[in-house]
């Protein structure tokens, strides 16, 4: 019905301004033919859509049972000339053991804030005297040189090595993750733009994020 009112309407249009009329019986076939370039129009435009949603789309995921995960995150606050850390803990039914963010000044690289989140997730975990974990990132660089065995020659080496050394790393499992797996540790350290030092939530997050910690897993 709206294919053929929209029909008649430029009809009338085409008449009072281009003085150029067609048949009044074509008003139903030609609002069956739009409608049809629109339905297929349309379903060209939602298709891929589609498909990247549910191909592409990665959601955090709980670690085994009676197991720990720790996500960590960091962000960079350019204008300000600082940077921010997120770290977040949780049991395998998603329940948060505790969370933390941190302002820092910023550093030279992203990659540098990556490794500085990872070292202070390690810390945070020996300070709850936490020695069996995931700890998992979204910066595959990070995660890979915390997977070396040998202390890695990056800028950050020194960084990562002196974290795993406060901790026996045989019992810790890393593992990477894309950002939309990562977001409440990702949330986190954006927030720290608003913090001076660090704060930590015991069996929490802060309150204007448990919509995220929610939707990231129920």
Known sequence: MAAIMWTIWSRRNQIRV???????????????????????????????ATMVSSTNQVTWMPPPTNSLKINFDGALFRDINKAGLGVVIRNENGQVLASLLEQIQLPFSSDLVEAIAAARAIMFAQEL??????????????INALKRNDESLSSFG?????????????????????????TVAHNLAKHARHVIGFKVWMEDVPPHLHSVLFADYG
């Open 129 to 142: 005297s936490l020695s069996e974990y995931i700890l998992e990132g979204d910066s595959n660089v990070v």
């Open 18 to 48: 281009q003085q150029r009329d067609y048949p009044i019986s074509q008003v139903v076939p030609n609002a069956r033919q739009a409608l049809s370039v629109f339905q297929r129009e349309n379903r060209a435009q939602q298709f891929p």
């Open 158 to 182: 020194h960084i990562l090595a002196s974290a795993k050394s406060l901790t026996d790393v045989s019992c810790i499992t890393f593992s990477h993750t894309r950002r939309t797996g990562n």
